[in-house]
């Protein structure tokens, strides 16, 4: 890595700190989609089309 990259890279920036966003984002993805998912199978159950 030459010096102008490292003073561009913030404290939080590495390599592991990205991988953990990543893997932060694909939870919080994955957990928007099953609220979603039981949102939806509870109206149906419920019988909630009017």
Do not use: E, W
Request: glycine residues 12%.
């Amino acid at each position: 890595m030459s010096a102008a990259m490292a003073q561009d890279r913030r404290p939080g920036d590495t390599d592991m700190h990205r991988r953990q966003r990543g893997k932060n984002l694909f939870i919080a993805g994955f957990l928007v989609v099953l609220v979603i998912l039981f949102f939806a199978l509870t109206i149906v159950r419920m019988g909630g089309y009017g």
